[in-house]
């Protein structure tokens, strides 16, 4: 391999791609070095870019899949998701859209999976999965990856992802909800924060052994889960999480 001659290509990112790029490497096209003819989705990835995150690759002004093979001299623009272009007359990298988006959240991202459920959004979380049974899981269950990870968005198996750019847990759900047009799929208060099942109205009577005294005696409306049968109620907490829930609605990208 060593033997083989150095070939080069100029990449260029466009938009949020340049997040994963070096300051110097920014909304500039560069040179990129390699052996042999590899896919170019290897070369893109190569300089940082999860391949989740692309859907169109031109090379020399020709829209190309992921498997097309570079052999030096080329010029290769790189897109991210279109979403106010035309693009019908080139090939979009990203498979199907997923009819219902569902996720699966990182091990650091704990907090974000509570807001998406809160606001009804099917998300799993379990921290004992790692990275391989994260990308596993959501190839065999059609779920976007959520993760601040970038080697986890460059599994072979991982079709659909976002990286998270933000940091608190409020903006990464608005950053999520945006991302993918989601305002109108939200269900608040539809699913459990705990285990992401369905949670249900359910009468005081079938759950008044659970509850505290000073519970049953202030409040008169319950849900429950049908996964791990928790039940809610809306108590203190509940100002705060309404105030999320109403932040998201009215907020505007």
Known sequence: MSGEELREVVL?????????LPEERRKASFSQRFRGTPA????VEAV???HTEIDVILVDGESVGFE???????RVAVYPTFERFDVSSVTRLRPEPLREPRFIADVHLGRLARCLRLVGLDTVYERELDDAGIAARSHEERRIVLTRD???LKRKA???GHFVRKVKSDDQLLEVIDAFDLRGRLAPFSRCLECNGAVRPVARGLVEERLPLYTRMEYD?????EGCGKVYWPGAHFARLRALVDSVS???R
């Open 150 to 152: 970038r080697g986890l």
């Open 250 to 252: 009215a907020a505007r």
């Open 68 to 74: 097309h093979r570079l052999r030096g001299g080329e």
């Open 12 to 20: 260029r990112f466009y938009q949020e791609l340049n997040d994963f």
């Open 48 to 50: 940082g870019v999860p």
């Open 40 to 43: 170019v989705k290897d070369v």
């Open 221 to 225: 409306r319950f849900l429950r889960c």
């Open 158 to 160: 991982v079709t659909h």
